[in-house]
């Protein structure tokens, strides 16, 4: 008997396969993408309510900032500008001389509030860690927004 030499995919069955392996890797890569982005946004939140947080105990403790031996505020500088970034800093009113940390939120994450071109400030009195008004900051990407609430009793919570 003669095999079939007949036995094999056609052209338009390879690219049929081809066009569907090609919708689900463009499927993936759109939810690979949204996963990212999702996850940069969570991160850089978490980083802020860590270091708000990082701020008030400081305050609390009355750690020194600068070594005189007298304990401090701590506080930090939300800045909305080309680079977004938040500083902290001791004592009761920002100066560039009292920034310990500088952090800059990562690309595609930005303030949303401060708005454009503004800075905020809040900062936990010292032993008590108290602020004198509710703070708010929002964080955003292309789709979502988390916002981060200080409370005047130095609370801070994050949606």
Do not use: C
């Amino acid at each position: 008997m003669i095999p079939n030499s007949n036995s094999g995919f056609t052209m338009l069955e390879l690219l049929l396969v081809l066009g569907i392996f090609a919708v689900l890797a463009a499927v993936a890569a759109f939810q690979l993408a949204n996963f990212q982005r999702g996850a940069k946004l969570e991160s850089a939140s978490k980083d802020i309510v860590g270091t708000l947080r990082l701020a008030h105990d400081r305050a609390v403790l009355g750690e020194d900032g600068n070594t005189d031996g007298s304990g401090d505020a701590w506080g930090i500088r939300f800045a909305n500008a080309a680079s977004d970034t938040y500083q902290t800093f001791f004592g009761s009113t920002y100066s560039w001389g009292n920034v310990k940390e500088t952090v800059f939120l990562p690309s595609g994450v930005s303030f949303t509030a401060p708005t454009e071109g503004f800075n905020a400030d809040v900062v936990f009195a010292k032993l008590t860690g108290t602020t004198t008004q509710q703070f708010i900051v929002s964080v955003a990407d292309d789709t979502t927004t988390k916002t981060i609430t200080t409370d005047t009793t130095g609370r801070v919570s994050s949606d």
